[in-house]
């Protein structure tokens, strides 16, 4: 991988101070971390790496609020900004774990920003196939990280075992 800039030591650094920040960031109790990200200068220009350097894109997915069971029509839909890449995903060595966790950022960002991704839309995503999806989804519900998506609202463990 290399940043903007194409240098690949660059990419290397910033992928390490983003999932530091990340990791520090993250042991924070929530209504510090945004005024811990905005008052530390280093933060700030981490942040502006990692905007700069993330891959994002647009997906018109059904709003969570659609019911199941009937077509989905234009008026059902909520265009979502999705980070597919991610600096901080490159500390992740695993691809299968990278991938996991790009998944789960993904249904994440949807459902803070009101959609419900289907099987299928986050395999289009993530260049993989639907199954591929699911067996991933199954391995972060055994790990206590349930993916709500628009046919899996709240998985549970044991709906994951049956699926």
């Not at 009937?70 to 774990?97: F, H, K, M, N, Y």
């Not at 459902?111 to 993530?126: E, K, V, W």
């Amino acid at each position: 991988m290399a940043d903007a800039t194409g240098d690949p030591a660059a990419a290397e650094h910033l992928s390490l101070a983003a999932a530091a920040m990340d990791e520090f960031v993250g042991s924070l109790a929530a209504d510090v971390r945004s005024r811990v990200l905005a008052r530390v200068p280093m933060n700030r220009l981490t942040e502006a790496a990692r905007r700069a350097a993330a891959r994002q894109v647009d997906r018109a997915l059904a709003r969570v609020d659609v019911p199941l069971g009937r077509s989905v029509g234009d008026g059902d839909l909520v265009t979502v900004s999705w980070t597919l890449l991610d600096p901080a995903d490159a500390a992740i060595v695993d691809p299968a774990e990278r991938r996991r966790h790009v998944l789960a950022r993904l249904v994440g960002e949807a459902a803070a920003q009101g959609g419900a991704p289907t099987d299928g839309d986050l395999a289009s995503a993530l260049g993989v196939s639907r199954r591929t999806i699911i067996r991933d989804a199954q391995k972060l519900v055994r790990a206590g990280r349930p993916l709500d998506t628009r046919r899996r609202p709240r998985m549970g463990s044991a709906e994951a075992a049956h699926d």
